[in-house]
């Protein structure tokens, strides 16, 4: 099956600084890509859609100029925590959907644990 | 826009046994019916979907079935073994837009030996 690469794994940065997070499709070519966020022992919530070559769609409520989202190429997109704040530690979660495929499956990445101290 | 309830929050169940977790959504435009399973640390992992023009599918243990008049498709796993032991999560989607996924609230599954 198609395979989502997430890196880092984990980080652990201070409040006030910025980290990235890297979401690539290694099998598969995605035009679409979506970032989740999940609290502890809750389910995933979409932050935003990315598309190749053009600017996220993000949902309400989420601050576009705190979680900057950049999908270069298609393969690869990437989510920046600006300015992250202790509230802001998650998991985070990236998807890809493979437009060969015959479904709308979305394949999801393993996850990268932020942890703002 | 679309909502997706999930029941129950919790299962316990004794290995061997059958599990059932029930899925209700709200929008009649939606469509396609994704299960995933979550462990531990993980991401989630697709392990059975359904379209809207199908009442159910089949995968070894795993079945999936749709109600479309109800609005409801239910996830059923049988003869469960301890390794079945996870999150699981329905979703949904439609086919308008980006063809976005709204998920359940997640139904931890405890196997028992």
């Known amino acids: 099956g198609a395979v989502v690469s997430q890196h880092p794994s984990w980080v652990i940065c201070k409040s006030g600084t910025s980290v990235k997070i890297e979401c690539r499709s290694l099998d598969f070519q995605a035009t679409t890509m979506f970032w989740y966020r999940q609290f502890p022992k809750q389910s995933l919530m979409l932050m935003a859609t990315?598309?190749?070559?053009?600017?996220?769609?993000?949902e309400q409520g989420v601050e576009k100029d705190k979680f900057l989202i950049n999908h270069a190429s298609l393969t690869l997109s990437t989510l920046t925590v600006t300015s992250a704040h202790p509230e802001d530690s998650s998991l985070y979660i990236c998807?890809?959907?493979?437009?060969?495929?015959?479904?709308?499956?979305?394949?999801f990445g393993p996850g990268t644990r932020l942890t703002v101290l | 826009g679309e909502n997706v309830e999930q029941h129950p929050s919790t299962l316990s169940v004794q290995e061997g046994d059958s599990a059932v977790i029930k899925c209700t959504y709200s929008d009649s435009a939606s469509n396609y019916f994704p299960w995933y399973k979550q462990e531990l640390g993980k991401g989630p992992q697709l392990i059975i979907d359904?379209?809207?023009?199908?009442g159910e599918k089949k995968d070894q243990r795993i079945a999936v079935t749709l109600n479309k008049t109800a609005k409801h498709f239910s996830l059923h796993i049988t003869e469960t073994q301890p390794e079945d032991s996870a999150v699981y999560f329905c979703?949904?989607?439609?086919?308008?837009?980006?063809?976005?996924?709204?998920f359940g609230t997640g139904t931890r599954l405890l196997v028992s030996p």
């Open positions: 998807s890809a959907r493979d437009p060969a495929s015959a479904t709308d499956t979305q394949y």
């Open positions: 990315s598309n190749e070559g053009s600017k996220a769609t993000y």
């Open positions: 359904i379209r809207s023009n199908v």
């Open positions: 979703a949904a989607s439609d086919r308008t837009g980006f063809q976005k996924l709204v």
